[in-house]
T-cell receptor
Framework: DGGITQSPKYLFRKEGQNVTLSCEQN?????MYWYRQDPGQGLRLIYY???????QKGDIAEGYSVSREKKESFPLTVTSAQKNPTAFYLC???????????FGPGTRLTVT | KQEVTQIPAALSVPEGENLVLNCSFT??????FQWFRQDPGKGLTSLLL?????REQTSGRLNASLDKSSGRSTLYIAASQPGDSATYLC?????????FGTGTSLTVIP
């Protein structure tokens, strides 16, 4: 089965700790994206990558970091510098140029 | 920067009714337009993709249209069913990025 997996589904962390969210795809897509979703605000782009070892900041990159060492994987680290990290995080992928996006099931992060 | 707006924010209809969800965008220089469905606590499921050279797409009871000159897209759902209850999001693509609306929460009452 082709698709995008995100793990874990729920994540709880204490304030001040860094946390890494996993995103893996086996669709052979070149582009991958991280979004944050908050109630009533829609999806906001954090980072995206169109090729291995390259990534670009989105609209709300502050306090987040990513890596793209493999085509299949695009992990997101929420650092302690992110002032309000509690949110629903969605990973997506697409074929560059065609840009129909496919989404993973999401990770709900709660920081207390 | 592209801004995408969805109206209404919430909609409640009786089962069997036809309905229209609206989406507007500010920059007509879009590459593609996509409609998604999101169930509570889940990821987004792609419903329809309209490429910039197209004006509409159909899948089953769903029809989406795109008018770039007026900055509007509509999603038409025919003969609504309780299983259609979900949040519907639209997104405009510039090629590198998608810009999302805030969604319309649809409830279909049996």
């Amino acid at each position: 089965d082709g698709g995008i997996t995100q793990s874990p589904k729920y994540l709880f962390r204490k304030e001040g700790q860094n946390v890494t969210l996993s995103c893996e795809q086996n669709l052979n897509h070149d582009a991958m994206y991280w979004y944050r979703q908050d109630p009533g605000q829609g999806l906001r782009l954090i980072y995206y990558s169109q090729i291995v070892n390259d990534f670009q900041k989105g609209d709300i990159a502050e306090g987040y970091s990513v890596s793209r060492e493999k085509k299949e994987s695009f992990p997101l680290t929420v650092t302690s510098a992110q002032k309000n990290p509690t949110a629903f995080y969605l990973c997506a992928s697409s074929i560059v140029g065609y840009v129909e996006q496919y989404f993973g099931p999401g990770t709900r992060l709660t920081v207390t | 920067k592209q801004e995408v707006t969805q109206i209404p924010a919430a909609l409640s209809v009786p089962e069997g009714e036809n309905l229209v969800l609206n989406c507007s965008f500010t920059d007509s220089a879009i590459y593609n337009f996509q409609w998604f469905r999101q169930d509570p606590g889940k990821g987004l499921t792609s419903l329809l993709l309209i490429q910039s050279s197209q004006r509409e797409q159909t899948s089953g009871r769903l029809n989406a249209s795109l008018d770039k000159s007026s900055g509007r897209s509509t999603l038409y759902i025919a003969a609504s069913q309780p299983g259609d209850s979900a949040t519907y999001l639209c997104a405009a693509s510039t090629g590198n990025q998608f810009y999302f609306g805030t969604g319309t929460s649809l409830t279909v009452i049996p």
